[in-house]
């Protein structure tokens, strides 16, 4: 089976512009979870979908959202971007315990 | 909110030593997974802990859930310089609504 995986894996923005980021998840699964991970705050959690629905969201802003298509595949929009955004943006699979996580490589996102 | 404290947060350390690394809570988790992460990558699973008490070996790697499944610990010996990285540890539990709680690491460097 192809593990998770994520394009781009690097990008760079302008503050004010707006990003999009891709993820496939782990063949069959239907769930996908989306994570920011920065040096100051650590791994946070953004938000979760499964089978095209938003299943749980994390605290931040609404100039950070989601969708998932009828493949599973997901993308993570954030709009009006900011210094603060530039972070590593991973996507997950679910493992067989429920809080268990398989990651992407991840999207290394620089905002300038 | 659950929170995850890990200490220490850097451990530097020379070929074939060992180390352990602590994972604290004062919330109960029904799981706790840890990972390593190498930079530019996404956290890798290297175990779920279920069951208070319980101890998983992996290689050189032991981990331990406490009792009252609220902390757990990692114990690597003789460590390698490929050992290097950063371990995370993350749980779930009712409380958070399905979401995994992630603790902010310990950066492990092995000197060869």
């Known amino acids: 089976k192809a593990g998770v995986t994520q394009t781009p894996r690097y990008l760079i923005k302008t503050r004010g512009q707006q990003v999009t980021l891709s993820c496939s998840p782990i063949?069959?699964?239907?769930?996908v979870s989306w994570y920011q991970q920065t040096p100051g705050q650590g791994l946070q959690f953004l938000f979760e979908?499964?089978?095209?629905?938003?299943?749980n969201k994390g605290n931040f802003p609404g100039r950070f959202s989601g969708r998932q298509f009828s493949n599973s595949r997901s993308e993570m929009n954030v709009s009006t971007l900011e210094l603060g955004d530039s972070a590593l943006y991973l996507c997950?699979?679910?493992?067989?315990?429920?809080?268990?996580?398989?990651f992407g490589p991840g999207t290394r996102l620089t905002v300038t | 909110t659950q929170l995850l404290e890990q200490s220490p947060q850097f451990l530097s350390i020379q070929e074939g030593e060992n180390l352990t690394v602590y994972c604290n809570s004062s919330?109960?988790?029904?799981?706790l997974q840890w990972y390593r992460q190498e930079p530019g990558e996404g956290p890798v699973l290297l175990v779920t802990?279920?069951?208070?008490?319980e101890v998983k070996k992996l290689k050189r790697l032991t981990f331990q859930f406490g009792d009252a499944r609220k902390d757990s610990s990692l114990h690597i010996t003789a460590a390698q310089p490929g050992d290097t990285g950063l371990y995370l540890c993350a749980g779930g539990g009712r409380t958070n609504a399905g979401k995994s709680t992630f603790g902010d690491g310990t950066t492990l460097t092995v000197k060869p």
């Open positions: 997950a699979s679910p493992g067989t315990d429920l809080y268990e996580q398989y």
């Open positions: 979908y499964f089978s095209e629905t938003q299943r």
């Open positions: 802990v279920v069951t208070g008490g």
């Open positions: 063949s069959g699964h239907r769930s």
């Open positions: 919330s109960v988790f029904s799981s």
